[in-house]
């Protein structure tokens, strides 16, 4: 399995400068260097999820990527299914409620956050699925609308909402999330959806998304939580089944 292992680490390996620069910069409040917070600059937010597009667009029905599909094929064979790519695409979204439920200090109040993943999610699921239904790209076992990935296009978005809430203050727990992004591009292929380039450009629709949902921040003053500190919501999951956690302190 050299080439998963490759495959996935292609993903991580994108975010190790801005990763460093993250902890750099925390060691700094800690020893007591300070250095006032700018406001990262529009283009510095688009570098990564330009550069994933870019490059899903440069290799989309490439000899390389039919030669990476054909090698996943004699692998793993046609009828490899393992569908945890289902599921760890929403992993980011409940280590961040978790977070919000151990006291881990965020940029946001929990309304916010629900708040920009939503918006996020369906900005980005909405280009996504444009896209597929504009290309009619193959997918590789035979199916219509390949490109993008729309798993990869939500993992991404959803780790992208974890990053920009937690960089500031838990840097490489704001950035795990993208490991079980990547590990959900990775599934997509091995289970024979998509090809190399519709997991690209899906990684990088979610970044560039939330991203600019977070540059932007539409809709900013509006939170009927925030000044009620005795009510939390939260959405949920169990058993295959979707709802929302309430609290209400009295």
């Known amino acids: 399995m050299k080439i998963i292992s490759k495959l996935f680490l292609c993903f991580l390996f994108l975010y190790v400068p801005s990763l460093s620069a993250q902890i750099n910069k925390h060691k700094d409040s800690i020893t007591g260097s300070f250095k006032p917070k700018k406001r990262p600059a529009l283009l510095h937010k688009a570098i990564v999820p330009a550069s994933l597009i870019g490059v899903g667009l440069l290799v989309n029905n490439s000899n390389f990527e039919r030669t990476i599909e054909n090698d996943l094929r004699d692998k793993v064979g046609n009828d490899y299914e393992f569908q945890i790519d289902?599921?760890?695409?929403?992993?980011?979204?409940?280590?961040m409620y978790a977070a919000d439920i151990f006291g881990m200090k965020a940029k946001n109040h929990w309304f916010d956050q629900t708040k920009n993943l939503v918006i996020s999610n369906i900005i980005a699921t909405g280009i996504s699925e444009l896209l597929k239904s504009t290309i009619?790209?193959?997918?590789?076992?035979?199916?219509?609308?390949?490109?993008?990935?729309?798993?990869?296009?939500?993992?991404?978005?959803?780790?992208?909402?974890?990053?920009?809430?937690f960089q500031e203050y838990s840097p490489v727990f704001a950035y795990s999330g993208y490991a079980f992004a990547a590990t959900t591009g990775v599934f997509r292929m091995l289970n024979n959806r998509h090809y190399l380039s519709d997991v690209l450009v899906?990684?990088?629709?979610?970044?560039?998304?939330?991203q600019m949902v977070y540059h932007f921040e539409p809709f900013k003053d509006f939170n009927p939580f925030k000044k009620s500190k005795d009510i939390s919501f939260f959405p949920q999951y169990k058993e295959n089944t979707y709802g929302f956690y309430f609290k209400y302190s009295l």
């Open 86 to 95: 289902d599921y760890i695409l929403f992993v980011p979204v409940v280590q």
């Open 136 to 165: 009619t790209k193959t997918r590789p076992d035979g199916d219509a609308h390949s490109f993008p990935s729309g798993h990869t296009t939500i993992a991404f978005t959803n780790a992208a909402v974890l990053q920009n809430e």
């Open 202 to 210: 899906g990684a990088g629709i979610g970044i560039f998304v939330t």
